[in-house]
Antibody
């Protein structure tokens, strides 16, 4: 049974750095083709893809946010960590982690399992 | 980046009637070498994370009722709910994964009961 759970602060101040952790079970991020992504959703708005890390430790970032984002993994702990610097009130959103399983050559980069999300509010 | 648009923004359909949601990509998401459309659909109910409904534009995820169907190719796609049920009230998103791993979502379409 695949599960993902996001954790992190509910409130951060403007200019601070946000650190979120995705703890997962039911799969291994050392398995070829496995990826974990972060996606966010401002209240009442659409989904926005942020970052992805794959089994081979390759990392990819949203074009518009890549200067502020860092994604990393700890395979032994089944965790993926996202940091976002210089937080602003417009970054207030629910942050989700989600799994992709894309066997080599499949191109199947859709999200089959999602965490429940964690709401992060940016306010002084 | 590939830009996804959806129409309508919202729609209200009577129970048992058909609901149709459209999704358009700014460039083709059809990969000619395998003839697959790199498009997925998700359902998001209030207070819940998105749920994968359909991938490869028309393949239903395991456990998804067959009243949900996806169609289209290239840049134009449709999600159809053949007979709307009360539990289908949600926001529906399309997502392209042609430009992997830099994927993009549509703005969403809200479906309500008339």
């Amino acid at each position: 049974q695949v599960t993902l759970r996001e954790s992190g602060p509910a409130l951060v101040k403007p200019t601070q750095t946000l650190t979120l952790t995705c703890t997962f079970s039911g799969f291994s991020l050392s398995t070829s083709g496995m990826c974990v992504s972060w996606i966010r959703q401002p209240p009442g708005k659409a989904l926005e893809w942020l970052a992805l890390i794959d089994w081979d430790d390759d990392k990819y970032y949203s074009t518009s946010l890549k200067t502020r984002l860092t994604i990393s993994k700890d395979t032994s702990k089944n965790q993926v960590v996202l940091t976002m610097t210089n937080m602003d009130p417009v970054d207030t959103a629910t942050y989700y982690c989600a799994r992709i399983w894309a066997p080599r050559g499949s191109g199947s980069y859709y999200f089959d399992y999602w965490g429940q999300g964690t709401l992060v509010t940016v306010s002084s | 980046d590939i830009v996804m648009t959806q129409s309508p923004d919202s729609l209200a359909v009577s129970l048992g009637e058909r609901a149709t949601i459209n999704c358009k990509s700014s460039q083709s998401v059809l990969y000619s070498s395998n003839n697959k459309n790199y498009l997925a659909w998700y359902q998001q109910k209030p207070g819940q994370p998105p749920k994968l409904l359909i991938y490869w534009a028309s393949t239903r995820e395991s456990g998804v009722p067959d009243r949900f169907s996806g169609s289209g190719s290239g840049t134009d796609f449709t999600l159809t709910i053949s007979s709307l049920q009360a539990e289908d009230v949600a926001v529906y998103y399309c997502q392209q994964y042609y430009s992997t791993p830099l994927v993009t979502f549509g703005p969403g379409t809200k479906v309500d009961i008339k």
